[in-house]
């Protein structure tokens, strides 16, 4: 694959970044941010998971410009129905445009297209699944129609991200990664501060650069709760405001 010399400078200081980083949801972030400035795209979304009884159980998706409802009525009731479920299967990783998968006219008839594409606007995917060994999870962008297909090299640049994100999700987790691994670190940290579970769920919510407006609305509290929140976890965690707070927990 031949890239232009600013892209590969650019993909070797985000490998740098990633062979330094072990926080599992700083990971989807980092591989989130760098995918939006290199490959453009409408929406997207960044999964682990784990293979169980022959199944994908799906965990902790993470998404930078897809709306918290969108992401959560994908994995409810649409996940199971993707027509790219196939790859999931898999034992090697794969690297897939939807357009090579299925023509265009009978994606157009699929449930998902119709229900849960079209509605966003979404209508070409790129997508990988993480695997080595284990299955690790999965990444996947959309474009509109007008913006036109994915190209070979996109795809060979997400393949080549894979290979190396899937090689340090593999050191980081030789055995493979559980959704009590994220849970580990909300009870280190609840532990540490004395926080409620609902502050854990604030704190998290605001690991995804997400707004008070936006906070409330994913949590279906208000604004007015939502600050209350934060200014309890600001007393207990000894900030002063939401920098000071990021960089605490990173």
Same mark, same amino acid.
């Given at each position: 694959?031949?890239?232009?010399?600013?892209?590969? !400078?650019?993909? +070797?200081?985000?490998?740098?970044? =990633?062979?330094?980083?072990?926080?599992? /949801?700083?990971?989807?972030?980092?591989?989130?941010? @760098?995918? +939006?400035?290199?490959?453009? *795209?409408?929406?997207?979304?960044?999964?682990?998971?784990?293979?169980?009884?022959?199944?994908?159980?799906?965990? *902790?998706? #993470?998404?930078?410009?897809?709306?918290?409802?969108?992401?959560?009525?994908? %994995?409810?009731? %649409?996940?199971?129905? /993707?027509?790219?479920?196939?790859?999931?299967?898999?034992?090697?990783?794969?690297? !897939?445009?939807?357009?090579?998968?299925?023509?265009?006219?009978?994606?157009?008839?699929?449930?998902? %297209?119709?229900?849960?594409? $079209?509605?966003?606007?979404? #209508?070409?995917?790129?997508?990988?699944?993480?695997?080595?060994?284990?299955? @690790?999870?999965?990444?996947?962008?959309?474009?509109?129609?007008?913006?036109?297909?994915?190209?070979?090299?996109?795809?060979?640049?997400?393949?080549?991200?894979?290979?190396?994100?899937?090689?340090?999700? $593999?050191? =980081?987790?030789?055995?493979?990664?559980?959704?009590?691994?994220?849970?580990?670190?909300?009870?280190? &940290?609840?532990?540490?501060? *004395? &926080?409620?579970?609902?502050?854990?769920?604030? &704190?998290? +919510? =605001?690991?995804?650069?997400?707004?008070?407006?936006?906070?409330?609305?994913?949590?279906?509290?208000?604004?007015?709760?939502?600050?209350?929140?934060?200014?309890?976890?600001?007393?207990?965690? +000894?900030?002063?405001?939401?920098?000071? &707070?990021? =960089?605490?927990? *990173?």
């Amino acid at each position: 694959m031949e890239l232009s010399n600013t892209r590969w !400078y650019n993909f +070797q200081g985000f490998l740098l970044g =990633l062979y330094r980083q072990n926080r599992l /949801d700083e990971i989807q972030k980092m591989v989130m941010d @760098y995918l +939006q400035s290199e490959i453009v *795209h409408q929406c997207s979304m960044f999964d682990y998971g784990r293979a169980v009884d022959e199944a994908i159980l799906f965990f *902790h998706p #993470y998404s930078g410009n897809l709306d918290g409802q969108a992401l959560q009525d994908y %994995y409810q009731n %649409y996940q199971q129905k /993707d027509y790219t479920v196939w790859n999931f299967s898999r034992t090697e990783p794969v690297v !897939y445009r939807d357009s090579d998968l299925m023509p265009d006219h009978l994606r157009e008839k699929s449930r998902i %297209y119709q229900q849960w594409m $079209q509605p966003l606007g979404a #209508y070409y995917g790129l997508g990988c699944t993480i695997v080595r060994r284990h299955f @690790y999870g999965s990444v996947t962008m959309f474009r509109t129609k007008e913006m036109g297909d994915f190209t070979g090299e996109e795809l060979s640049l997400l393949g080549l991200l894979n290979t190396h994100l899937a090689s340090h999700l $593999q050191m =980081l987790y030789p055995n493979g990664i559980r959704e009590s691994d994220f849970r580990a670190v909300d009870e280190s &940290l609840m532990g540490k501060y *004395h &926080l409620t579970e609902r502050e854990m769920e604030i &704190l998290r +919510q =605001l690991g995804e650069g997400l707004t008070n407006q936006e906070i409330g609305r994913r949590l279906c509290i208000s604004e007015v709760t939502v600050k209350k929140h934060m200014s309890h976890i600001f007393e207990k965690m +000894q900030v002063k405001n939401r920098n000071q &707070l990021l =960089l605490k927990l *990173h």
